[in-house]
């Protein structure tokens, strides 16, 4: 575990946490500074930056936590939907060093969207994306 990052602090009983959810993996806990009501971190116990960098096993409890508690969210906090968001890097907006999963129930006009950029009113073409495609097959295998 690193010493200076929170959520380290948090798993060690260091940082206080409103705790949704917690066990020998993941823990779940309120966001300090929630998007909507109901916002929720689900961050794996064990020290990791980037998703690539969590064991798979936990990875996958902490996307089953995510998805327990995302299904709550309608009849416990009247949400019509939650978006689940993982910002995994500084350019992907990744503002806490440490591995979590945003749980965040989204309400009928609650101000939070997602800006897409110019070039999505052109999608590429049917053989860029094949490139793309077979780039990303070839280092899989």
């Given at each position: 575990?690193?010493?200076?990052?929170?959520?380290?602090?948090?798993?060690?009983?260091?940082?206080?946490?409103?705790?949704?959810?917690?066990?020998?993996?993941?823990?779940?806990?309120?966001?300090?500074?929630?998007?909507?009501?109901?916002?929720?971190?689900?961050?794996?116990?064990?020290?990791?930056?980037?998703?690539?960098?969590?064991?798979?096993?936990?990875?996958?409890?902490?996307?089953?936590?995510?998805?327990?508690?995302?299904?709550?969210?309608?009849?416990?906090?009247?949400?019509?939907?939650?978006?689940?968001?993982?910002?995994?890097g500084e350019v992907a907006f990744q503002d806490v060093?440490?591995?979590?999963?945003?749980?965040?129930?989204?309400?009928?006009?609650?101000?939070?969207?997602?800006?897409?950029?110019?070039?999505?009113?052109?999608?590429?073409?049917?053989?860029?994306?094949?490139?793309?495609?077979?780039?990303?097959?070839?280092?899989?295998?």
């Open positions: 575990m690193a010493q200076d990052c929170i959520f380290c602090q948090i798993v060690r009983g260091e940082a206080p946490a409103s705790f949704v959810y917690q066990d020998d993996a993941v823990i779940g806990f309120m966001d300090i500074q929630p998007i909507t009501q109901g916002h929720m971190l689900i961050a794996p116990r064990g020290h990791a930056v980037f998703m690539k960098d969590v064991p798979d096993e936990v990875a996958m409890r902490a996307f089953f936590v995510a998805r327990k508690l995302a299904a709550l969210v309608p009849a416990t906090l009247g949400a019509g939907g939650v978006n689940l968001f993982v910002a995994d060093p440490h591995f979590h999963i945003h749980v965040i129930p989204r309400y009928t006009g609650d101000g939070f969207s997602l800006t897409f950029p110019p070039s999505y009113e052109t999608p590429p073409s049917r053989a860029q994306l094949e490139a793309i495609a077979s780039a990303i097959h070839t280092a899989a295998h």
